[in-house]
């Protein structure tokens, strides 16, 4: 079926301009130290523009974030909305985009789907050969919010429908965009199987891997692929995906094809996964009603704002299990409210850092901003930052930028209570399309 648990300048002549600068250097040094004044940070070089500047962001190749006034974005199979977004190809699925945006009155969206390949690039297909119907779509009639302050419109929209259909496998960005413009406001994966051949997936643990001795989950995958398949070796590509973040995913770097008509993958030591990715729990789902983690709520501001408790790296040695929702269960009740909710972390002696630090969860989808990014805060020694979110069920983390990367492991607990989630995908490269289909894909969690 499936698996899824891979500068100096030459100065010498110019020794006039040379002092001029040193006294200049010296004077704003003098002056720092007297007055003790605070200056306004400049930017730092780890300050994030685009989250496609990350070299490991969860979003893939050609996606786009969204503007800050869309808010909420879910994508999920049928009604269920903590299932993936795939779907089989030729079956009744369909998937089911949400979305709000702030302020305004109701507006059409067109929409598009485009193919692309295993990792994401491109596929260069022509648009008749994987759609039937229409190349673009609408979205139109959105809800509005009851409450105010702010006020929102609520979107929905079903594919595949009567005007646009899928004909081929693989993976996809679906594209919303300006009905006037068709400038692509954002974009959303999502994955069109084929459910042919036969899947078993086998997981080890490993110790010992890094300084930290965390946990690793090494995947070990067995494909039974169709007979189709001439080549396996340079025509089938076995992907292993943690938690579903698609723009991390991992080729199996270790092959085996002994076996007559049957493709064995999986990922060697160094590429195996690490088994405590931990996430931190925000139950906002009515947040007058107060919740484990709010501490305060001040609603007489616009919007309201909801104060948690201190968050503080490594205090809960012994923590309870518990299944994630790492993308997120905003309240689809038009009554639900956005708070501007604000977080505080306290981070151990030893974790210090000047490196920025960011909130991150679904509520921003999984992007480092600047706007949720954290200022440290003397009179408490902990870091504050802020996000504006929905009421519902969300988990989050804290990550920090290092030389275009995101570190979202280092503020995480030792000891981890959340379960972690392996998706399996198995490419084709068809020699008539030269592009990739997608035959098996399954997910499943581990503890």
């Known amino acids: 079926m499936a698996r899824l648990f891979r500068y100096t300048r030459d100065v010498s002549h110019y020794s006039t301009?040379?002092?001029?600068?040193?006294?200049?250097?010296?004077?704003?040094?003098?002056?720092?130290?007297?007055?003790?004044?605070?200056?306004?940070?400049?930017?730092?070089?780890?300050s994030i523009d685009s989250p496609a500047q990350l070299g490991n962001s969860p979003m893939v190749k050609g996606q786009v974030a969204p503007p800050d006034q869309i808010k909420s974005i879910q994508v999920y199979r049928g009604t269920r909305k903590q299932s993936l977004p795939a779907i089989e190809l030729g079956s009744s699925d369909y998937l089911t985009l949400r979305f709000d945006e702030l302020g305004g009155t109701s507006r059409l969206f067109r929409v598009r789907v485009r193919h692309r390949n295993s990792d994401w690039s491109d596929s260069r297909l022509m648009t008749d050969y994987y759609l039937r119907g229409y190349r673009e779509d609408l979205i139109e009639g959105g809800q509005p919010s009851t409450v105010q302050?702010?006020?929102?419109?609520h979107y929905r929209y079903r594919f595949p429908n009567d005007n646009m259909q899928l004909r081929m496998s693989g993976n996809y960005l679906l594209e919303v965009m300006e009905y006037e413009s068709s400038?692509?406001?954002f974009s959303v994966p999502f994955f069109v199987h084929e459910n042919t051949g036969r899947m078993e997936f086998?997981?080890?643990?490993?110790?010992?891997l890094d300084s930290r001795y965390h946990v690793h989950h090494q995947p070990f995958a067995r494909y039974?692929?169709?007979?189709?398949?001439?080549?396996p070796v340079t025509d089938l590509r076995l992907l292993f995906v943690q938690n579903r973040f698609w723009g991390r995913a991992r080729e199996g770097d270790e092959e085996d094809m002994s076996e007559s008509g049957v493709y064995r993958a999986y990922l060697s030591r160094p590429s195996s996964f690490i088994g405590v990715y931990e996430f931190r729990p925000l139950d906002l789902r009515r947040y007058d009603a107060g919740g484990p983690e709010i501490v305060q709520v001040r609603s007489e501001t616009i919007?309201?704002?909801v104060w948690l408790f201190r968050d503080v790296v490594n205090l809960d040695v012994n923590p309870g299990s518990r299944t994630p929702v790492a993308h997120g269960m905003p309240r689809d009740d038009l009554r639900a409210r956005y708070a501007d909710v604000r977080f505080e972390l306290e981070l151990p002696v030893r974790e210090a850092t000047d490196l920025p630090i960011y909130i991150y969860g679904p509520f921003n989808n999984w992007t480092i901003q600047e706007e949720n990014r954290m200022e440290y805060q003397s009179s408490t020694d902990s870091y504050t930052g802020r996000a504006l979110i929905k009421e519902g069920e969300y988990d989050y983390k804290y990550a920090m930028v290092e030389r275009g990367?995101?570190?979202?492991?280092?503020?995480d607990a030792s000891f981890a209570s959340t379960a972690q989630e392996y998706t399996s995908l198995a490419y084709y490269r068809d020699p008539r399309f030269q592009a990739d289909r997608l035959l098996q894909l399954q997910s499943g969690r581990v503890r």
């Open 202 to 208: 086998e997981l080890q643990e490993l110790y010992g």
């Open 17 to 46: 301009m040379y002092h001029m600068r040193y006294l200049q250097v010296l004077y704003c040094i003098l002056l720092l130290t007297i007055t003790n004044c605070t200056v306004e940070r400049v930017r730092s070089p780890e």
């Open 224 to 231: 039974s692929y169709p007979s189709y398949v001439i080549s």
């Open 149 to 153: 302050d702010p006020h929102y419109m």
């Open 303 to 305: 919007p309201p704002q």
């Open 183 to 185: 400038r692509v406001l």
């Open 405 to 411: 990367r995101i570190d979202d492991l280092r503020l």
